[in-house]
């Protein structure tokens, strides 16, 4: 499945996509929500590499506006909660993510995201 935590690192690929190849916009997508069991820390040690700007973006593209837009400096338990239902329980069953910058379609079927790239696309 593609989960946000997963979607907030990929990064389009095509030869001669370098800038504004990040983030990858969701588009036509269906979401399952899934729920895992809250592991507080793993999310507190996971925050300083996620891209807040983009994550939030990505939660709405998929109907979650839980998320305040400026990354807070202190994490309450609440808020833990909150991020750890838009990264690990929101997945992306079906649907595409399309570079801002060269749009290309990354499809998604059945959970699985298609990042291969045709032969000319390779850098």
């Known amino acids: 499945m593609v989960r946000l935590i997963t979607h907030n690192l990929l990064a389009c690929h095509v030869k001669g996509c370098t800038t ?7 588009q036509d ?3 399952e929500l899934q729920e ?14 996620l891209e807040w700007t983009a994550l939030i973006n ?11 837009p400026e990354q807070p400096d202190m994490m309450d338990d609440e808020l833990l909660q909150k991020l750890h239902h838009v990264l690990m329980e929101i997945n992306v069953t079906d649907g595409a993510m399309v570079c801002q910058n060269c749009n290309h379609i990354y499809p998604i079927s059945n959970g699985i ?10 850098g």
Do not use: C
Request: hydrophobic share 45%; proline share 9%.
């Open 36 to 49: 895992t069991e809250f592991n507080p820390d793993f999310i507190r040690n996971i925050l300083s590499r």
């Open 58 to 68: 990505a939660a709405k593209q998929v109907g979650d506006t839980s998320l305040p």
């Open 20 to 26: 504004n190849n990040f983030p990858l916009i969701f």
């Open 113 to 122: 995201p298609n990042m291969l790239l045709a032969e000319h696309e390779i």
């Open 29 to 31: 997508v269906e979401v």
